[in-house]
């Protein structure tokens, strides 16, 4: 490719030093999964963003009515503009008619990454779809024609989109100074799986041909709901990309990603490593790109989609967002700095130097500081508002568990209910605080204690599965009033079955763990001797090698001499 103009290539190089980077998307096809739902997940990873539902409720609206944006990030009030005739009810990021989006943020080249003056942040994109799109299509369209009219306010995004049919990766990035966006948009095939992970993944791609449908640019944005068309883009995107000479080769050589988010060690070892263990947890042909996710560019580039060896259930799904590249050389669970009990963390920053040399701690898809996570589920063979479900979550994706929320709730529960507590302000009910207490307290002796975490995850969410397959039969056939109160009921049970769980486990992990010392568990209790006192104490001794290195960095002081 011969892409980037050479003060743009500085640019980049300059402000994609080793960064910080956030949030994680699986995406799973109808054909790639065991029920014939659609799946995508998003993990929104920032140190400052608070786990909790946001809920908008839908309606009618009046002539002239204006809608009020406000930037997702900053909270400040960005452009008003004009409300449309009706939207729909939206459960945080899927809405009642089984449509559901996420995202990962990738920047891009300046000043591209900066967006318009004015216009449309992705954050708003997304809910703004969400209130007035049924369907991926229909999403698409909606999303191409709010940045044409208001601008686009951000730098590159990478979305998915899921209804029961279809699941979909879309990616934008702004044209700097100029009002708009340049964006593609391409359906994944069905039978197979796609992620994305703060790196643009769209490279080549299918372009108008006046023969076939199979894929239309934004001027034959009419078209996108024949089922044949499977991509689409800005129909200036090409044209765009060679006056900011970005790009001078042959029309059908154009990447996407190569453009517009050129690769590098950060992209390739912080972002697309993440989509690799996506996929190798799913495929026994990957390790072909393993030098490719540790920061090889010359190496066999991951593929955007694979087909995955067998079809996935919601529950092997929700595992796909708990990883710390067990099973590979970046494997956090080993090297010193886990610790002597094996803690799979490390503190920001994610890069650091000695003598003279720079190094890095692995980026995984389990992290610290995740907010909130979920798995969107949708399944075509149910009613809307019984069919769609958010597998909610907060806190770390690994010791979280995901509760279902049904998409035609009305009713969200209290622990994750917005407004309840934020990042500076504690509440006892709210989910997020109770399971970063969790967490949080794990990451102190993690190796025997997330074993308790665990077990009482699995139990919870394979209770969840049964539930939600048992009322989803029973619901079925209620007329719409009668579903809504219902699946109200069921989305908040589960809800405070899952906080009432997890603070007697809060409880139990203070008494067992305290002090060094790890208590004998029988049935849910501290063991203890008929009288009361506690029995089967153990205080199991370091590593070997973590004594070892005590020793020969201060031996000489702590040495037994006789």
């Known amino acids: ?3 980037l103009s050479l003060c743009l290539l500085l640019s980049f190089i300059i402000a994609t030093a080793f960064r910080s980077t956030a949030c994680t998307n699986f995406i799973c096809s109808r054909g790639a999964s065991i029920d014939g739902s659609t799946m995508i997940t998003y993990a929104a990873d920032s140190h400052t963003r608070y786990g909790q539902l946001r809920y908008h409720r839908g309606g009618d609206h009046a002539a002239g009515e204006m809608v009020r944006l406000f930037n997702y990030g900053s909270l400040r009030f960005q452009i008003e ?6 939207t729909y009810n939206v459960a945080g990021f899927i809405n009642e008619h089984q449509f559901a989006m996420g995202e990962t943020t990738w920047g891009g080249i300046s000043p591209l990454d900066k967006g318009n003056a004015t216009g449309i942040d992705y954050g708003n994109l997304i809910y703004l779809a969400l209130q007035r799109a049924k369907n991926c299509r229909e999403a698409i369209k909606v999303m191409a024609e709010l940045v044409e009219t208001y601008g686009y306010s951000d730098g590159g995004e990478s979305f998915s989109l899921a209804d029961p049919n279809e699941v979909w990766i879309f990616e934008i990035t702004s044209k700097g100074d100029e009002k708009g966006a340049v ?11 796609c992620g994305h992970a703060n790196q643009a993944r769209i490279t080549t791609f299918p372009q108008m041909r006046k023969e076939s449908y199979k894929s239309i640019d934004s001027r034959n944005l009419k078209h996108i709901f024949r089922p044949e068309v499977e991509c689409v883009y800005a129909s200036d995107m090409i044209k765009f990309a060679r006056t900011k000479g970005l790009f001078n080769g042959k029309d059908e050589e154009f990447s996407f990603a190569d453009v517009f988010n050129p690769l590098t060690f950060s992209g390739l070892r912080a972002c697309e490593a993440r989509v690799y263990a996506m996929f190798n947890k799913v495929s026994s042909e990957m390790k072909q790109y393993e030098p490719f996710a540790m920061g090889d560019k010359s190496a066999p580039r991951l593929p955007l989609w694979i087909k995955p060896d067998r079809k996935l259930g919601v529950l092997d ?8 590249f067990e099973g590979t050389p ?3 669970n080993g090297d010193v700095g886990a610790g002597p009990f094996h803690c799979p963390y490390r503190w920001r920053p994610m890069d650091f130097t000695v003598n003279g040399k720079k190094y890095v701690h692995e980026r995984a898809i389990s992290t ?8 969107a589920q949708c399944r075509g063979w149910l009613p809307d508002k019984l069919g ?3 597998w909610f979550g907060v806190d770390d994706t690994y010791s979280t568990v995901y509760c279902p929320l049904f998409c035609g709730l009305t009713q969200v529960p209290v622990c994750f209910e917005e407004g309840n507590g934020s990042m500076a302000e504690y509440s006892e009910t709210a ?3 109770l399971f970063n207490r969790v967490s949080n307290f794990c990451y102190l002796r993690y190796d025997s204690m997330i074993v308790d975490v665990r077990r009482v995850q699995k139990e919870l969410e394979r209770d969840f599965v049964q539930i939600v397959e048992q009322v989803s039969r029973q619901y079925e056939n209620y007329d719409d009033q009668r579903m809504v109160a219902a699946i109200n009921k069921t989305s908040n049970r589960c809800a405070d079955q899952m906080m009432r769980r997890w603070t007697d486990l809060d409880r139990l992990l203070l008494m067992k763990y305290i002090d060094g010392n790890i208590k004998k568990v029988e049935n849910g209790k501290i063991k203890t001797t008929e009288t009361g006192v506690v029995t089967g104490l153990k205080q199991p001794p370091y590593p070997e090698w973590f004594y070892k290195q005590i020793v020969d960095d201060h031996g000489t002081v702590l040495e037994v001499k006789e």
């Open 1 to 3: 490719m011969k892409k």
């Open 388 to 390: 769609g479900i958010i």
């Open 330 to 332: 970046m494997d956090m």
């Open 81 to 86: 503009i004009p409300q449309v005739a009706h």
């Open 431 to 433: 989910a997020f605080w």
């Open 183 to 193: 964006w593609v948009a391409r359906r994944v095939p069905d039978g197979y799986v």
């Open 368 to 375: 610290q500081q995740t907010g909130f996570s979920f798995v």
């Open 317 to 324: 799904v929700m595992e796909l967002m708990r990883d710390h």
